[in-house]
């Protein structure tokens, strides 16, 4: 079959209706992020589009109707990727190179592992063609599927000269826990104890904390949050990435995705984590306060998380990007995947050897961190 690839100017060029046929056909989105709604609202809100170095160029495959996408991007910077390319761009450069602009395949500020080939498994070759033929007929240096699924890592790793990357994430996985306690009865004692501590002081604030979805959503929640949200930006990364009319986009199309995790003094929000709500995950996004509280982050971010996921029955909590203090808390090391193009020979076997160094320290790193994780051994004391 011939298909006609089109490269369309953001993601009002095609229908929700055709875009999700593609990226969740079984109904419920594995991750909501790579839905129509979520993307579009990164464009409407000015989060991606002119002036924030994401160029929103979704790649589709058609013949009389779409049958594969990617939700492309052309990049004239590294940050919101959350896989660091930053050494890379320097090194380019300094051997006289231009490493920008460069086209990533990803979900914009979002480290959270999913799909980047959309539709049938059978048209990722021709996604991966078509995309390549891109890179090359505009003299790009690279192109980069970031937080790719393990599946697609292994499926395209080699095809086209794509480099394989693995990193780590921390993840909390649901090994069919009826309860937060059954959760802690997995633990070593001395890791129980000290859950139940932060637990017990984050309560002792005498805060409110109320778990938000859907209907229970007020716009009022988002003025608080977006208060919450630039306290965080501007300590980790200077300027947020997400426009205040972001959060209003995702009130009119995605509550229903979302889990907002507010804690009250009384009436006044002071401290929230904004969750998204996939078929089998909970993806943990962003936090933030304007009062200090003892251990209020590790109840809203991390251990809601838990007790959410517990009942609603999820596999799972994507925690975000670093942190190795998730650890103790349950949430263990995870590999995740990226692919690479790197269109100059020369450089792309330099980063090849690169990434097979770099796949050893993970491995061992996370075989490291697994022996120092917070569940019950054989010869424990329990």
Same mark, same amino acid.
């Not at 924030?52 to 009389?64: H, K, V």
């Not at 859907?214 to 300590?235: K, N």
């Not at 090391?333 to 320290?361: C, K, M, N, W």
């Given at each position: $079959?011939?298909?006609?690839?089109? =490269?369309?100017?953001?993601?009002?060029?095609?229908?929700?209706?055709?875009? *999700?046929?593609?990226?969740?056909?079984? &109904?419920?989105?594995?991750?909501?992020?790579?839905?129509?709604?979520?993307?579009? /609202?990164?464009?409407?809100?000015?989060?991606?589009?002119?002036?924030?170095?994401?160029?929103?160029?979704?790649?589709?495959?058609?013949?009389?109707?779409?049958?594969?996408?990617?939700?492309?991007?052309?990049?004239?910077?590294?940050?919101?990727?959350?896989?660091?390319?930053?050494?890379?761009?320097?090194?380019?450069?300094?051997?006289?190179?231009?490493?920008?602009?460069? =086209?990533?395949?990803?979900?914009?500020?979002?480290?959270?592992?999913?799909?980047?080939?959309?539709?049938?498994?059978?048209?990722?070759?021709?996604?991966?063609?078509?995309?390549?033929?891109?890179? *090359?007929? %505009?003299?790009?240096?690279?192109?980069?599927?970031?937080?790719?699924?393990?599946?697609?890592? #292994?499926?395209?790793?080699?095809?086209?000269?794509?480099? +394989? @990357?693995?990193?780590?994430?921390?993840?909390?996985? %649901?090994?069919?826990?009826?309860?937060?306690?059954?959760?802690? &009865? #997995? =633990?070593?004692?001395?890791?129980?104890? $000290?859950? @139940?501590?932060?637990?017990?002081?984050? @309560?002792?604030?005498?805060?409110?904390?109320? #778990?938000?979805?859907?209907?229970?959503?007020?716009?009022?929640?988002?003025?608080?949050?977006?208060?919450?949200?630039?306290?965080?930006?501007?300590?980790?990364?200077?300027?947020?990435?997400?426009?205040?009319?972001?959060? *209003?986009?995702?009130?009119?199309? $995605?509550?229903?995705?979302?889990?907002?995790?507010?804690?009250?003094?009384?009436?006044?929000?002071?401290?929230? /984590?904004? %969750?998204?709500?996939?078929?089998?995950?909970?993806?943990?996004?962003?936090?933030?306060?304007?009062?200090?509280?003892?251990?209020?982050?590790?109840?809203?971010?991390?251990?809601?998380?838990?007790?959410?996921?517990?009942?609603?029955?999820?596999?799972?909590?994507?925690?975000?990007?670093?942190?190795?203090?998730?650890?103790?808390? &349950?949430?263990?090391?995870?590999?995740? +995947?990226?692919? +690479?193009?790197?269109?100059?020979?020369?450089?792309? *076997?330099?980063?090849?050897?690169?990434?097979?160094?770099?796949?050893?320290?993970?491995?061992?790193?996370?075989?490291?961190?697994?022996?120092?994780?917070?569940?019950?051994?054989?010869?424990?004391?329990?």
């Amino acid at each position: $079959m011939t298909l006609e690839a089109d =490269l369309l100017n953001g993601m009002a060029q095609i229908s929700a209706q055709d875009w *999700d046929a593609l990226a969740c056909p079984e &109904g419920r989105a594995l991750d909501p992020f790579t839905t129509h709604r979520f993307l579009l /609202a990164l464009d409407v809100s000015g989060s991606t589009g002119k002036g924030t170095g994401w160029q929103t160029r979704p790649l589709i495959l058609r013949d009389d109707v779409p049958r594969a996408a990617m939700p492309l991007y052309v990049k004239t910077h590294s940050q919101g990727e959350y896989i660091f390319d930053h050494g890379w761009a320097q090194a380019f450069e300094r051997a006289g190179g231009s490493y920008y602009p460069k =086209l990533q395949v990803a979900v914009p500020f979002t480290p959270a592992t999913g799909r980047r080939f959309l539709g049938a498994p059978e048209w990722r070759e021709a996604l991966l063609e078509a995309a390549i033929s891109i890179a *090359d007929q %505009n003299r790009l240096s690279s192109l980069h599927f970031t937080f790719c699924t393990e599946e697609e890592a #292994a499926a395209l790793a080699g095809k086209q000269g794509l480099l +394989h @990357r693995v990193t780590q994430q921390f993840h909390w996985e %649901n090994q069919g826990y009826a309860s937060f306690d059954a959760f802690l &009865g #997995a =633990l070593s004692s001395r890791k129980r104890k $000290m859950i @139940r501590k932060e637990r017990e002081t984050a @309560r002792a604030s005498g805060l409110t904390i109320r #778990a938000l979805t859907g209907a229970q959503i007020e716009p009022a929640h988002w003025d608080a949050f977006w208060q919450f949200y630039q306290d965080t930006g501007a300590r980790k990364w200077g300027t947020p990435y997400l426009t205040r009319a972001f959060f *209003d986009e995702i009130h009119r199309t $995605m509550r229903d995705d979302v889990l907002l995790v507010l804690a009250f003094d009384g009436t006044r929000p002071v401290a929230g /984590a904004l %969750n998204f709500i996939g078929r089998e995950t909970l993806f943990g996004r962003y936090w933030g306060c304007i009062e200090e509280h003892p251990c209020l982050h590790f109840e809203l971010c991390y251990y809601q998380a838990i007790d959410w996921a517990i009942a609603q029955g999820l596999a799972r909590v994507e925690a975000g990007a670093q942190g190795e203090h998730k650890l103790a808390r &349950g949430y263990m090391p995870t590999p995740v +995947h990226s692919l +690479h193009y790197i269109a100059d020979i020369g450089f792309r *076997d330099a980063v090849a050897r690169y990434l097979e160094q770099e796949r050893r320290a993970v491995d061992e790193e996370i075989e490291v961190l697994t022996t120092y994780g917070p569940f019950r051994r054989v010869s424990s004391e329990d």
